[in-house]
């Protein structure tokens, strides 16, 4: 079955400054999609990054970045120039290959605090 | 263009109850899928629909159903209600199945069992 782990259960990082958090995932498929989530507190879940496990090119999206290690099934997220809205749990998500399913699987979330 | 709402954001009920809950896509949307989220078991999928059809179901009982409409609004039943049905109970729609698809979340509906 497949699975992602998330390591770290809550992460500090001061404004400006850059943060990296974990996540791997066990699959034995070779096509699939990564996902990091933004969960603020009280609010609506957002779609930070995605990423194609075909794509070897680190997807980016302003101040968000990731490192995909396929061989190693490890998708950190890199913020950098930390601000406050960026407090919030972090997910990351794995979902299946196939054209049918918007299914994600989540792993147990990272709280990131962003000290002023 | 309005986002995902869900209906209501907070409820309380009585073990042994049913629940009915409700998910508006946005329009143009025809998938729909719902997942349950407590601090114990963090994230999980119930279900997803694509055009009125259950495409997935997660490992669940039986005590959760869930239905979509024409106009793709979905609802989502829980029969029997325990105390460990308490949790936040997210919608999310998408245009697609599957893919690089995006997927746009409501705020959820806080169900709590007493």
């Known amino acids: 079955a497949q699975t992602v782990t998330q390591s770290q259960p809550e992460m500090s990082v001061q404004e400006a400054e850059t943060v990296t958090l974990s996540c791997t995932y066990d699959?034995?498929?070779?096509?699939?999609?990564l996902f990091w989530y933004k969960q603020p507190p009280s609010r609506q879940m957002i779609l930070v990054i995605r990423?194609?496990?075909?794509?070897?090119q680190n997807a980016t999206e302003n101040r968000f970045s990731v490192n995909f290690q396929k061989a190693a099934k490890s998708f950190s997220l890199k913020i950098s120039d930390s601000q406050l809205g960026d407090a919030a749990m972090y997910f990351c998500a794995y979902r299946p290959p196939g054209g049918a399913t918007n299914k994600l699987i989540f792993g147990t979330g990272t709280l990131l605090a962003v000290q002023p | 263009k309005a986002g995902v709402t869900q209906t209501p954001r907070y409820l309380i009920k009585t073990r042994g109850q049913q629940v009915t809950l409700s998910c508006s896509p946005i329009?143009?949307?025809?998938?729909v899928s719902w997942y349950q989220q407590t601090p114990g078991q963090g994230l999980q999928f119930l279900f997803e629909y694509f055009s009125e059809t259950q495409r997935n179901k997660g490992n669940f009982p039986g005590r959760f159903s869930g239905r979509q409409f024409s106009n793709s609004r979905s609802e989502m039943n829980v029969s029997t209600l325990e105390l460990g049905d308490s949790a936040l109970y997210l919608c999310?729609?998408?245009?697609?199945?599957?893919?690089?698809?995006?997927?746009?979340f409501g705020p959820g509906t806080r169900l709590t069992v007493t």
């Open positions: 329009s143009g949307h025809r998938s």
């Open positions: 999310a729609s998408s245009t697609l199945a599957g893919g690089r698809n995006e997927q746009y």
């Open positions: 990423q194609e496990a075909y794509k070897q």
């Open positions: 699959t034995s498929e070779s096509d699939y999609y």
